[in-house]
């Protein structure tokens, strides 16, 4: 499978161009009916079993990598796992990485400053029209694949 996403990664990059100098991550829960291996107790669907999914897309919305955890899980700590999966895309020096609020902290620029990207975070406590900022392309991309159920919920179970 990661072949498959490899290649088809690399045949849109040379057909229409990833553009990775924009990248925005942001998460969202995701129902787990069949109590995937990664679910946990979803504090927005009534303690019922849940993911969260942090996704990177590129400026165009393109899914560049995606991390599971467990639902109650806060969204910053696993930007460190979601960043790691770009590596290998080649994301260039000082790339723009759009944050919501939630990962507005001393930890989450340092890891961004580690790795040679710029954060552009909304700050707590002021307003951020999503318009004003190039988020509103995550926001986009996890509204759209949550609205095709097959790909919002986790029906996995790993059997032993």
């Known amino acids: 499978m990661d072949e498959l996403e490899e290649m088809a990664r690399e045949s849109y990059d040379r057909a229409v161009g990833l553009e990775l100098s924009e990248v925005a991550v942001d998460c969202c829960i995701t129902k787990a009916p069949c109590r995937g291996e990664k679910a946990g107790r979803s504090p927005v669907d009534r303690g019922k079993r849940g993911m969260k999914r942090s996704v990177a897309v590129d400026a165009a919305g393109i899914f560049l990598g995606v991390v599971a955890a467990p639902a109650g899980r806060h969204d910053s700590p696993i930007l460190a796992p979601t960043l790691g999966a770009l590596e290998t895309l080649g994301v260039p020096v000082w790339a723009s990485v759009h944050l919501d609020r939630g990962y507005d902290s001393k930890t989450t620029r340092r890891l961004l400053e580690d790795r040679g ?44």
């Not at 995550?138 to 919002?152: D, G, P, Q, Y």
């Open 117 to 160: 990207l710029v954060g552009v975070i909304s700050e707590k406590g002021k307003p951020a029209p999503l318009g004003a900022t190039k988020r509103w392309v995550i926001e986009r991309t996890n509204s759209w694949s949550i609205a095709h159920k097959k790909l919002a919920w986790c029906t996995t179970e790993r059997r032993r």
